[in-house]
C-alpha cells in the first residue's frame, strides 16, 4: 500500500484548495494507496527562524505543530501540496511549512528523494504561475519527481472568496491526468526499486552530498 500526502495551504474551512488537494486524493484507488489529508487550518507553524538547530538536532527544535506533519511527509510516497496564490505567491504559513521541511530535510538525510508528487494552486485571477512556480521550486530541490499532466495544475475560483472550484471543470481535469500519472510513477517506481517506491538507502549519495557531508 503506497502512503499519499495532500496538504492544503488554505486557512479558510472547506475552501477551493482544501476542495482541490481532496480531490486529487479521492482519484487514488483505495486498494492500492492510502491517502491523507492535512490542513494548516488551525496549526501553529511558525517561520524558519534560522537557527540552525537543525544541523545538530537532525530535527526542527521550534516548538509548534511542525514535526508530526513533517513526519508524515517523510513516510509518503506522494506529495500532493496546495496553496492559494496569496499576491502571487504561496501562502505564507505553508511556506514556513515547507522552509523548515525542505532545511531540515537537507541535514538529516535525503528523506524526500524519490518521492512522487507536484502542486495545485487556486486562484481567482492571476497570480498562478509565480505560486505554482514557487512550489515547483520547492520540489525539485527536495528531489522530488514531478510527473506532468496536459496543462498546469491550477484551479480557479469565482470572486469575493467563493468557493466554488468544484464548477472549474477543466481544472478537475488536469488535476485527475496528473494523479493518474502520478500513481503510475509511483508504481514504477516500486518496480524499478525491488518492492518499495521510495529509493534504497544511499541510492541518492551522489558526488553532492558526499562534498557537502566532508565540507560539513
Ligand atoms: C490576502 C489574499 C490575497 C489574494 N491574492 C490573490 C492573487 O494574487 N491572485 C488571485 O487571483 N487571487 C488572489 N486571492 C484570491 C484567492 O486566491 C482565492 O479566493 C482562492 O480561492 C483562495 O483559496 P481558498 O478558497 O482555498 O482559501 C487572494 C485572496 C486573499 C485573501
Request: glycine share 10%.
Amino acid at each position: 500500500m503506497f502512503k499519499v500526502l495532500g496538504i492544503s495551504g488554505s486557512l479558510r474551512e472547506s475552501g477551493n484548495t482544501e476542495f482541490l488537494v481532496r480531490h486529487a486524493l479521492s482519484l487514488l484507488h483505495p486498494q492500492e494507496f492510502q491517502a491523507d489529508f492535512i490542513s494548516l487550518r488551525g496549526k501553529d507553524i511558525k517561520p524558519c527562524n534560522g537557527c540552525y538547530n537543525c544541523v545538530e538536532a537532525k530535527r526542527c527544535t521550534i516548538p509548534d505543530d511542525f514535526d508530526p506533519i513533517y513526519q508524515k511527509m517523510v513516510e509518503a510516497d506522494g506529495l500532493i501540496i496546495g496553496s492559494p496564490a496569496y499576491y502571487a505567491s504561496v501562502h505564507p504559513q505553508l511556506m514556513s511549512l515547507l522552509d523548515r521541511a525542505g532545511f531540515v530535510r537537507l541535514w538529516t538525510g535525503d528523506y524526500f528523494s524519490g518521492k512522487v508528487g507536484g502542486p495545485i494552486t487556486v486562484a481567482r485571477r492571476t497570480g498562478q504561475d509565480l505560486a505554482f512556480a514557487q512550489l515547483l521550486m520547492w520540489y525539485f530541490i527536495n528531489d522530488i519527481i514531478v510527473p506532468g499532466s496536459g496543462y498546469w495544475t491550477v484551479g480557479l475560483a469565482g470572486s469575493r472568496g467563493a468557493r466554488d472550484a468544484s464548477k472549474d471543470e477543466e481544472g478537475l481535469r488536469h488535476i485527475e491526468r496528473f494523479v493518474g500519472n502520478m500513481a503510475r510513477v509511483i508504481k514504477a517506481l516500486k518496480a524499478a526499486n525491488s518492492g518499495s517506491a521510495l529509493p534504497q538507502e544511499g541510492y541518492f549519495a551522489t558526488r553532492y552530498w558526499k562534498a557537502r557531508d566532508e565540507i560539513g
